[in-house]
């Protein structure tokens, strides 16, 4: 039985995509699972009452009893400072639904408004595991394989080579958890696969992940991603810093658009092509979870669909089901342990 | 009158793809100009005579007596570690293509071989431009507008925010020469539009950038690059260090096959499809010239094919009509006198 908080203030298109996005997880979700909208009451209430009057929404608001409005006077806007929202809005969607979690009354937080708020939130709120620095932002990339995930995809910008090995030690645990794989195979982004290639900060992190106890793969370039495999095999995690994350992300997310003009420009069937690279939509995939805090927040795209926050809701259902973030803490604590006994890191 | 020196040995598919690139495009340029083959003589003769006997290219041998082949003995192996090859084979067909122009008997070079080894031969032979610190590989991406200049794209792992905004004023040149455009906007690589936002090298580049006397639209997004464009306007030049560029052009060159596999997985044609992707093969548009030596130095994708060799030959042959290295050179140099003078940079 999992508690699922949402952000409904959160994203550019809400309340009205969010709410959506409640019902639509709720009708797939198994029944013993409940969502908490959290928000301003009057403007919630009124969402449902609109979704009711919809036909493809009409069944779903059988599940209203599986539905909390928990209210939050205040809201903080996609353009708001992070650290100054989180600290003027005690009272705002994100801050109360991330307490709801601090306090035992849920078990995941699922946003998709301000990501820089969720994260100073998240960490104020739900703390850092111990020993670790910086939390990391996990995203699914579709690839020609199976999903790889990407971390640290915008949460830190400037990374110490200490940082990334933590990221790949998270993605595996996101990669066990979430993506069901067994020893999952790690990949360090650079520019050759050859250890001496890539920035100073990567050159020191590929030693360091060599005696970190995981399945590292070495080197990674740019062309394994899309593939999901480097000449070595196949590649579950891909670790890299916020920064190089970030871009490419945004650059995978504006190519399907870009190609699907060419190609219709060839005189291809439009709807064949939207419905097969509806695949490359990574927010189609669900939400991305900030991996190190003591709980569960999971960070969705602004621009999210009804669609993208039902996933999203999934992605918190499934971290509480595996426990993820006891996992998590547990292994870091090893960790730590062992690194005081001067044992390898399991 | 150009006279462009081709490392015939370099190369994946040398000295077959570059010798048949060196015929197309003869059979493409004005007559006046020339093109000399580097490497060994009797294998690139050798070529010519299997050439003349294919009937794709039975008209152009021709065209025979404006290639000059000049005996170069050593080759660099694709393999070859870049700075022990610069030093170990100084008759390799790299050192003498590049030393034809130093002694000014050659106006360019071209080589699809170690592109490492390039570099540091290029450094060394031509020298760099009196006020720079680093060249930087300029790399040509399709997007959904115009092409844009990518760079660095693989250079310079590490860069200074003093490098960047060199980058920049290069990237400013070559859009102006080879593509054309009148006062380029450039954008600098980033994960927000706004100036504070990006690494640390980032964002004081961004405010080096804001006062060296170009057309600077701010920071752009991973987003921008396919489309060619920011919500400010169309970018000409993209300015970025060379890991994240190098990231991003090999995530770039991967994407097309695998999104072809999925659009042909729905059932559409695939020869349309490839037809209409190969504008996403960014070696179909030519070589990427090593901006900031004193002279023209092309780098070619290990991978050329004859056309891609061909296209690379014509960027020589643009970058020595609109006599882009002078250009530089006079252009870094007014720099130089501007900032000794306290004047802004223009």
């Known amino acids: 039985m999992a508690r699922i ?26 029944p013993a699972h409940s ?53 003027g809005k005690p009272n705002s969607s994100m801050l109360v639904g991330l307490r709801l979690q601090a306090d035992g009354e849920s078990d995941a937080f699922v946003s998709a408004g301000n990501t820089g708020a969720q994260m100073a939130a998240s960490m104020l709120v739900l703390r850092l595991h111990a020993g670790l620095k910086r939390p990391a932002i996990a995203t699914v990339f579709p690839t020609a394989r199976k999903p790889v995930v990407v971390l640290d995809s915008g949460a830190n910008v400037d990374c110490s080579p200490d940082e990334l090995a933590q990221f790949a030690r998270l993605g595996v645990m996101y990669a066990e958890d979430i993506l069901g794989r067994d020893n999952p195979a790690v990949g360090l982004l650079s520019i050759g696969e050859e250890a001496e290639k890539g920035n100073a900060v990567v050159k020191e992190a590929h030693q360091l ?7 590292f793969v070495g080197n990674v370039e740019g062309r394994d991603l899309p593939a999901g495999a480097c000449d070595r095999g196949p590649i579950d995690v891909v670790v890299c810093d916020g920064f190089v994350g970030n871009v490419v992300l945004k650059f995978y ?19 064949t092509m939207m ?19 003591n709980g569960v927040s999971i960070i969705s795209h602004g621009k999210s669909s009804p ?13 509480i089901e595996t426990r993820m973030d006891e996992h998590i803490g547990r292994r870091l604590q090893e960790g730590v342990s062992a690194a005081a006994e001067g044992k390898p890191v399991s």
């Not at 908080?5 to 639509?24: I, Y």
């Not at 959290?38 to 493809?56: F, H, K, M, P, Y």
């Not at 992940?209 to 399945?215: D, E, F, V």
């Not at 399907?256 to 420009?265: Q, T």
């Open 253 to 271: 997310e504006a190519i399907a658009p870009f190609i699907i003009r060419l190609l219709k420009d060839s005189g291809l069937d439009e709807r």
């Open 5 to 30: 908080a949402l952000d409904a203030m959160g994203g550019d298109f809400a309340p009205r995509a969010t709410v959506a996005g409640a019902l639509l997880a709720l009708s797939e979700l198994d």
């Open 307 to 319: 669609r993208a926050i039902k996933n999203a809701i999934k992605v918190a259902v499934q971290a």
């Open 35 to 87: 969502i908490q909208l959290v928000g301003q009451t009057a403007v919630i209430n009124g969402e449902l009452d609109a979704l009711a009057r919809d036909s493809e929404f009409a069944s779903v608001t059988a599940q209203r009893n599986r539905l909390d409005v928990i209210e939050a006077a205040e809201t903080i806007a996609m353009t708001d400072k992070p650290a100054a929202a989180v600290r």
């Open 275 to 293: 419905k097969a690279l509806k695949q490359l939509d990574y927010s189609e995939h669900g939400g991305a979870p900030l991996l190190g805090v």
């Open 209 to 215: 992940l060599q005696s970190a106890g995981i399945n």
